[in-house]
């Protein structure tokens, strides 16, 4: 019965190479996101979907493509991997309204 | 602007309790919210508070908004050690983007 669910939990790969996670809610929340985590713990939005339809494009580069199939799952693909890439990736999922957002365990990358 | 501050760490004894204090600088902000992270885990929503309270007390948790100051606490009482955690407060933009923007979160420690 998990809320938010990521993967894979840990990916560690090499510079250059293209990578995939994946994210799905069963909270019947019609708008997730994307936040990175770095290693000093500041966490900031990357992306946000609501409906299948891109909402924020948080000045992120354009190897990130994120894609949402339908509303429940948005996955997140980086193409040429950087060292710099390297952090916890977390997917949220969020109401309207307070938008109360639930935060998925993470992904973390490691890229060497 | 966005831009919200937290004292990096706070250490207090078990049983006392403990206040942690954000600012925020975008007076626009409909909802304030408190999260807690725990290692290796996602954030969890612990509270949320609306921009025209004053006050919201959820069991030993009570979280202060000055709007004037633009200052929000979170005071937890009874501080127990699986209280020991990153705690993040956050804004939700009044646009629509429904982005949050975080604090850089307060490591608290609780001793013995």
């Known amino acids: 019965d998990t809320a938010v669910s990521q993967t894979p939990k840990y990916l560690v790969t090499q510079m250059g190479n293209d990578k995939s996670i994946k994210c799905e809610q069963n909270?019947?929340?019609?708008?997730m996101y994307w936040y990175k985590q770095d290693s000093k713990k500041f966490l900031k939005i990357m992306f946000s979907y609501n409906n299948k339809e891109l909402i924020i494009n948080e000045t992120v580069p354009n190897r990130f493509s994120p894609k949402s199939p339908d509303k429940a799952h948005l996955n997140l693909h980086i193409n040429s991997l950087e060292l710099g890439d390297s952090a916890v990736y977390f997917c949220a999922s969020g109401t309207s309204g307070v938008n109360e957002q639930y935060f998925g365990p993470g992904t973390r990358l490691t890229v060497t | 602007g966005e831009d919200v501050e937290q004292s990096l760490f706070l250490s207090v004894r078990e049983g006392d309790s403990s206040v942690i204090n954000c600012t925020y600088t975008?007076?626009?902000?409909?909802?304030l919210y408190w999260y807690k992270q725990e290692p290796g885990a996602g954030l969890q929503l612990l509270t949320y508070i609306f921009s025209n309270m004053d006050m919201k007390q959820d069991q030993r948790l009570t979280v202060l908004l000055n709007k004037k100051d633009k200052h929000l606490s979170l005071r937890i009482a009874d501080t127990q050690t699986g209280d020991s955690a990153i705690y993040f407060c956050a804004e939700s933009m009044m646009d629509s983007s429904y982005k949050l923007i975080f604090g850089s979160g307060t490591r608290l420690l609780v001793r013995p």
């Open positions: 909270l019947g929340h019609d708008t």
């Open positions: 975008d007076s626009s902000s409909t909802y």
